[in-house]
């Protein structure tokens, strides 16, 4: 079987996650051939773990190296564009981690990129879009089955952190180091899933709360409401405060409500479409006749491994990847705008002033705090 | 057995009801002996129902008759106030509809004529306080069970209501009749309860679209941000465009999260103090240990039947009420301060700009629109 040469770049937390996934032969069209990491300790990991991979401390050194076909890019947010520039350019296939970038300026040049090479597979790792309830849902969406959206809700606050996880790493949970809290590192897959089912807003107005729950410099808490092009409304709420937290989407067409909640999704069908049914309807207090039901799904739910076997398939003989890294813009959008919102105090259309929250962003890390560097690595298992 | 007299001012959709379950003998110390109606049909139904009873057309008249011990006021919002003062100056215990009010000036008022005459029993018709699932969630938040409030998150879309129930009354949905839409006409309870269980915020930042689903002049769709003085944070959505909507309550402290909907208590309760555990915990991804139940409650819901029996047992024994008809004002608070955070598109503090807001209501009562005027009474059966 022919395989692809895998570097992976960044074996941290979900790094070495991916990195035991493939070795234990979850990824058959996927072989480790190269690694990069800056601390000595997960490079000394790497080093017995694959004896034969060259390993290195740069990503940049790894791109380099001939050693690979593509590129695995999970390190600190800042750099997934510049490294995906860089493996573009080297002429290797990339895969890069949530989210896309801190800010959508510099998505846009790693898309630039992607654009000057399309013979090169560039996916985006949006490992909740395998999930068979969302993919479900958004089949049902697409079909037609909930009619005109009309409003959404989503209270996803069960992303709990102690702060612990906080004081885990330098990088975490900085202006400087990450670029943000709550929605760049827990939410971007909500925020996608969000722009995928419902579309982007046109408008957001939010207040993230910095440093509500724990010490850190960024939000940790985020309340956001929604406005979108037809005039359907939505709600965004998350934390990693709250314990023990909900993950509940409700999504409300013309035709019928959608609820995903505990790995189940529940939909309402009414019998007909609410906007003629407003009008022709001689009772004040009657509803359109409507329909429960337990939605049957898949029930599969192979999340990071099917976002890589994709990857590799795609490369391979060019079967659909899971996100194509060009969809990673619009959750970043999305992200953006809340922030944009909450630092101006007042609601910010889509898509933003892209410069205005560079230079903001900027001012923001020129003040951002310095932590100690510990060398811990968190098992992420059930965390994503 | 001693009975109050009771004058049920308007007899319309929720004041028929109220004599119908009185006629049926719930409410076994109360006897009807006057009505007021300013519809001659409805007069002459009351008449038929009631033979002994005093039939007036203006409730003032009846107020005034000398025919009953206690007042019950069922009339459009507006008039509300005007008519316990009334009653208050005429020796008359007072049971009032909600809301209390349009605006809070008005009820402050109202409260200051109950403060003058306090041998006089002054009730509020906040019948949802009587449901067996929020009392017990009240007695759990009171009791320490939740912790600190964190978050609430309200979505109360399940007000269904035609545009022939709009067209149904003259003075419905509009600024001149009825004052608001969904938030005084619908929400009242709701808007009640949460102050009940939360206590009013101190800020309030909201969104009320006006005749977004529906062919009327006030808002029929309302979401709602909301801040604490603790800084928990809360969300209120509330519509009657949505079929089949949604009832849910959900409220998050740091010992637990309780959730209301389908008539059901669901408790989260947390073996540790979030606060505690968040700075002690030695994992990054660990939460308190948490154990879920389904709350048991006494199955009570005995609704408008409980707040009538409450009002006749404290004219007669000094029971307890319901609700006290000075808490009344702090539900339309949070309405007056919705309306207005929407009208001014910013963030409003509580207590609100009071004469602001009258202000802006006597603007768009101005230029009210006029509706034709229809005979239409209809059935309220499981419709509050």
Redesign the interface.
């Known amino acids: 079987m022919e395989k692809v040469r895998l570097g992976i770049i960044g074996v941290g937390n979900i790094g070495s996650a991916h990195v035991q996934n493939i070795l234990e032969g979850r990824c058959p069209e996927l072989e480790i051939t190269a690694a990069a990491d800056r601390r000595e300790s997960r490079r000394e990991w790497i080093g017995k773990r694959l004896p034969e991979a060259a390993v290195f401390t740069e990503g940049e050194e790894l791109i380099a190296s001939g050693t690979c076909d593509a590129i695995l890019i999970a390190v600190p947010h800042y750099q997934h564009p510049g490294l995906a520039i860089a493996g573009f350019e080297h002429g290797l296939h990339v895969m890069c981690e949530k989210p896309a970038g801190v800010y959508t300026l510099q998505v846009r040049e790693m898309i630039a990129a992607a654009d000057r090479h399309p013979d090169l597979t560039f996916g985006m790792m949006f490992n909740q879009r395998t999930n068979c309830v969302y993919r479900k849902l958004k089949e049902m969406i697409d079909g037609g089955e909930l009619g005109e959206l ?2 959404m ?1 989503w ?1 996803i ?1 069960d992303w ?6 906080y004081d ?1 790493g330098a990088w975490r949970a900085t202006w400087n180091g990450e670029g943000g809290g709550v929605l760049l590192n827990q939410c971007p897959h909500q925020l996608d899933l969000l722009q995928w089912l419902c579309g982007l807003p046109v408008a957001v ?1 939010a ?1 993230c ?1 910095e440093g ?3 010490d850190i410099e960024v939000e940790d ?1 985020v ?1 956001a ?1 929604l406005e979108f092009e037809n ?1 359907a ?1 939505g ?1 965004f ?1 998350t ?1 990693t ?6 993950n509940r989407l ?1 999504i ?1 067409g013309t035709r ?2 959608a ?1 995903c909640e505990e790995d189940q999704l529940t939909f ?1 069908r ?1 019998a007909e479409d ?1 906007r003629t ?3 022709s ?8 006749d ?1 329909e429960r039901t337990a939605v049957e799904t898949d029930g599969k739910n192979p999340q990071h491994l099917a976002v890589l076997n994709a990857f590799a398939a795609h490369i391979l003989r060019g079967e659909p990847l899971v996100a194509d890294g060009r969809e990673g813009i619009r959750g970043l959008m999305l992200s953006n705008a809340m922030h944009l919102s909450s630092w101006l105090g007042r609601e910010v259309s889509l898509p933003i002033d892209e410069q205005l929250f560079l230079d903001l962003l900027t001012e923001k890390r020129r003040t951002s705090r310095r932590k100690e560097e510990r060398d811990v690595t ?3 298992e ?2 994503y």
């Open positions: 009309r409003r809700s209270l606050t709990y952190r102690t702060q612990y996880y885990s107005l207040r709360y509500k729950w724990h808490d309340t409401f005039g409304t709600v709420v934390t405060g709250d314990a023990p937290g909900t409700e409300t019928g409500k609820v309402w009414n609410e049914w407003c009008f309807c001689g009772e004040g207090f009657r509803k359109p409507c968190m098992p992420t059930g965390s």
